[in-house]
């Protein structure tokens, strides 16, 4: 079987070290509220290595990016539209399945009031400002501008079947080139799926909507065809067969949910009829606002409740609005008495009623204002969908206070909302058969994928975490894991529950592998004094505050820089009849690079260049350029743009005679590249190098963690294939803080290494602990301040007359793998030793705070690991 273009890109990218940096263009000209993804990054690299190094790209390029509902699809085609710009390319046509998405798509693309915008307020590529604006058809627009033309893929059939004035037509494909770009692209496959139908009448293959974008695509030598969507089905030959030298990157909704960026999936099964599960999932839905606001994050849960027909949704809707409006405490206590054996619901009672001092009658009333019949909508209504798209796209605003959506089938598509924590079922059919997915099931388990979009937040207790990833794996039982969590309430039918597990199986979004444990400190522990009354020493992180920094050198910043678009001031010239051919004609000289100094230009220009971009407002500039006294002296000064030299290239006569336009494009143009470089090599934090004392009881507490028993990671110990740890018995072993150990086959080999050193420590130490650090004690990199939390702490102590000498190990144990991309952590590990500073002496004990080279049992680094410890451990 030939390679796919998928394999081919991978097997240029290893063999010939293939490589490319994401350009400015795209950078820079994207929503500051938009920090791309690796995952991102990475098919936004194979694309610049498939336009500017894949031998074999044909020149009109198809290509799928076939990418997990949710993983932001549109932020990638807004990159690709800012990269095709830089390509030459102004004319783009965007075409969708459903009317609905239209006018989201165009607030996304077009309103910069819109908190989903996905490009800068300003879009300059190549120096120069680039306007993002809608066209009915391609001509005549504006050739510096991105014209994009929105429609559906029936609307855009019909206009190239019947033509109409001022409309797009199939000459405008004929006469410029255009990018297509395919939303939810699994719907031009339906021909394909039928070709041997079709085959026997080419005439019905023309007239599809698969034909009319194929004719379409093929009008101009240059037009490219993007595909986007998250559900091709490449299990049917044929449409395998359409994309096996298309598919440029594939991201699987399973990749997306195991590198954290979805809600986890929670099936909560209920013998309770409709009703009653609407009331527990609003008593849920209060919960998790109130477990935000506890914690300072603004977050308005909502609601789907999904009906099988139009008139069971209206009466449901009705039922609804009836049961809050009767709504009584003793209602909610009586949900709360049934609710014993359900411990999330247990809890949503515990934090309101009990911690937050609510009565049931305060919650009920409480209840009926936030769910009041204004804050509910009904969808099913295609024209009242169309009408209120913007406001179902905007769920998460401020202002937007729509708590509960009543829908049949209305948002399975297009819907991008991340507030959305329940999803209630209130129908109790099925149509699986024969242990196979049924298609409404299939269509449930995609809905609930599209609902699993993850809710961004900056944690109070992890402000260094990554805000659009799942935090609290390791800590499923902290408060805040609720935000963290998608509910698919249902009523309890066995063989129901079995078919959407399937179907959430096959689309990625159930992960089999994992299971919820318990990781206790043994009571022995609890009770040693090092747990009561010693402590953890950590340090924190701040920000930077740059007092080396007195000059654009700091950043790395060298010249000379080099201008590349001054006009040459040759003329070209065609006669505006008779279609005769561009002539040239040429200057007499050729062009020349000179070197000007930018102060030279005058401070009028360089101070109107200045104020026309905020990072160079002073109060900016001070951030960075914290010795700065005035602008005045960031233009004059040497170490500033006073040694700034930029080297222009142009005809002689035009360099003698700069216009002041042409200083001021110039001008702009080195500013730019000084506020990309210094944005580049600026550092917002540090790791403070004083490290602070933490009772051990109050970091180090039992766990409840959510691990994959895939491969490695969630066997506990008696169930690992390590050698040796079945002769093991950590339960018995006091210096093994906690009853079991869970982890990578590294750390479980690290926890050998210990116990096989038992002898030699014991022969130190009067005692010693070993303790696993999930998310209970966090360091912070002395140069940059990234967050590491190091795998172990391990505590030696040792007593004499005078005082307690306790030494405390951080120990990483680390597989070769993920050696490249961590290495920065073992150079900081190494770092503490001779960077830290604590009170050595600090309430009669003597403390002392190493960090370790990273333990591989099969790697060489051991030697060094081994070296270390035998030096500052052992004492040998």
């Known amino acids: 079987m030939s390679q796919t273009l998928t394999e081919r890109i991978d097997a240029a990218i290893e063999f010939a070290d293939l490589e490319s940096a994401i350009p400015d263009a795209i950078t820079d000209n994207l929503a500051s509220n938009i920090s791309l993804r690796p995952y991102q990054r990475t098919a936004l690299e194979r694309w610049l290595i498939y336009m500017d190094k894949y031998k074999a790209r044909p020149k009109a390029p198809h290509l799928l990016f076939h990418m997990a509902t949710g993983s932001g699809k549109t932020v990638l085609m807004a990159a690709l539209i800012l990269d095709l710009y830089r390509r030459g390319y ?43 604006r809608a066209v009915d058809t391609f001509d005549a627009v504006n050739t510096n501008a991105i014209n994009i033309h929105f429609t559906t893929i029936q609307g855009l059939h019909t206009r190239m079947q019947a033509p109409k004035e001022n409309a797009v037509t199939i000459e405008d494909f004929r006469d410029y080139k255009v990018v297509m770009i395919s939303d939810e692209a699994h719907h031009l496959n339906a021909e394909t799926k ?76 209920a013998d309770l009829p409709p009703e009653a599960r609407m009331m527990q999932a609003m008593v849920l839905s209060q919960y998790r606002r109130k477990v935000a606001e506890s914690h300072g994050l603004h977050c308005k849960p909502v609601i789907l409740m999904k009906s099988k027909t139009i008139k069971d949704s209206g009466d449901n809707e009705a039922a609804f609005t009836a049961m809050v409006a009767g709504l009584t405490g003793e209602a909610l206590d009586a949900l709360r008495a049934a609710s014993e054996g359900d411990e999330t619901l247990s809890r949503a009672f515990t934090f309101i009623m009990d911690e937050r001092a609510m009565s049931g009658a305060d919650f009920a009333r409480e209840l009926q204002g936030d769910f009041a019949p204004e804050k509910v909508v009904n969808v099913n209504n295609p024209k009242d969908l169309e009408n209120r798209q913007i406001e179902l796209n905007a769920l998460e605003d401020r202002g937007n206070e729509i708590r509960v959506i009543f829908a049949v089938d209305k948002l399975n598509e297009g819907w991008d909302v991340l507030n959305l924590f329940d999803i209630v079922r209130l129908y109790d059919t ?73 179907a959430l199986r096959e689309t990625g979004m159930l992960d089999d592998t994992a299971r919820t444990v318990r990781l206790r400190l043994k009571d022995s522990f609890k009770q040693t004094s090092l747990y009561v009354r010693e402590y953890v020493w950590t340090n924190d992180r701040v920000r930077n505050p740059r007092d080396g920094v007195a000059g654009l050198d700091a950043y790395k910043i060298e010249g000379p820089f080099t201008y590349p678009n001054l006009m040459t001031g040759r003329v070209t010239e065609a006669s505006a009849f008779g279609g005769g051919q561009l002539t040239l004609k040429p ?96 550092v917002e934090y540090i790791g403070t190098k004083d490290f602070k004392p933490y009772p051990i009881k109050d970091r180090f507490t039992d766990k409840v963690l959510k691990l994959r028993i895939e491969g490695e990671t969630g066997q506990s110990w008696t169930e690992s294939n390590v050698p040796g740890l079945d002769q093991i018995d950590l339960s018995g072993k006091d210096w093994h803080a906690y009853d ?20 030699w420590l014991r022969g130190v130490y009067d005692d010693f602990y070993l303790l696993r650090n999930e998310k209970a004690v966090k360091l912070y990199d002395f140069d940059t301040g990234r967050a590491f939390e190091p795998d172990f702490v391990l505590f030696l102590r040792k007593k004499d007359e005078e005082a307690s000498t306790i030494l405390q190990l951080f120990i990483e144990p680390k597989g070769d793998q993920l050696r490249p991309q961590d290495d920065w952590k073992q150079d900081f590990l190494e770092q503490v030793k001779t960077k830290a500073r604590l009170e050595t002496v600090f309430q009669g004990r003597d403390y002392t705070v190493l960090g370790l080279p990273f333990f591989n049992e099969t790697g060489q680094t051991n030697t060094d690991f081994k070296a270390a410890f035998e030096t500052e451990a052992l004492d040998v």
């Open 90 to 132: 102004r004319n783009f046509l965007f075409f969708v399945n459903s009317a609905q998405i239209i006018e989201k798509t165009k607030e996304n693309f077009l309103n910069p009031a819109s908190a989903k915008h996905l490009f800068a307020p300003s879009v300059r590529i190549d120096d120069k400002p680039v306007d993002i």
């Open 194 to 269: 039928s070709k041997d139908k079709l085959t026997k009448d080419e005439a019905k293959e023309k007239a599809s909507w698969e034909g009319t974008v194929s004719e379409i695509f093929r009008q101009h030598p240059e037009n490219m065809l993007l595909e986007f969507t998250a559900t091709v089905d490449l299990s049917n030959d044929a449409i395998r067969a359409k994309y096996a030298d298309k598919i440029l990157y594939d991201y699987s909704l399973r990749q997306f949910r195991e590198d954290g960026y979805s809600k986890d999936i929670e099936l909560r099964q």
């Open 430 to 502: 099925r149509d699986g058969k024969a242990n196979k997915v049924g298609k409404t099931t299939m269509a449930e388990a995609q809905l609930i994928g599209r609902g699993a979009r993850y809710f961004p937040f900056i944690a109070p207790d992890q402000p260094d975490a990554a805000r659009e990833k799942r935090k609290y794996d390791s800590a499923v039982d902290t408060p805040l894991r609720i935000l963290e969590e998608l509910h698919y309430h249902c009523s309890h039918n066995p063989k129901y529950i079995q078919d959407i597990r399937n």
């Open 587 to 682: 200057s007499s000289k050729e062009p020349v690079s000179r070197d000007f100094k930018l102060a030279d230009f005058g401070r009028a220009i360089l101070g109107f260049a200045m104020d026309a971009n905020d990072f160079f407002h002073f109060a900016n500039l001070r951030d960075y350029f914290p010795q700065l006294a005035s602008s005045s002296q960031f233009v004059t000064s040497d170490t500033y743009l006073g040694g700034v030299i930029v080297s222009v290239r142009g005809l002689p006569d035009d360099l003698d005679n700069l216009t002041a336009r042409q200083k001021l494009d110039i001008a702009q143009y080195v500013l730019h590249q000084i506020e990309s470089g210094v944005k580049r090599e600026s």
């Open 740 to 759: 079991d150990s869970y982890g990578t086959d590294q750390e479980k080999h690290f926890i050998k290494y210990i116990h096989d050193q038992e002898a």
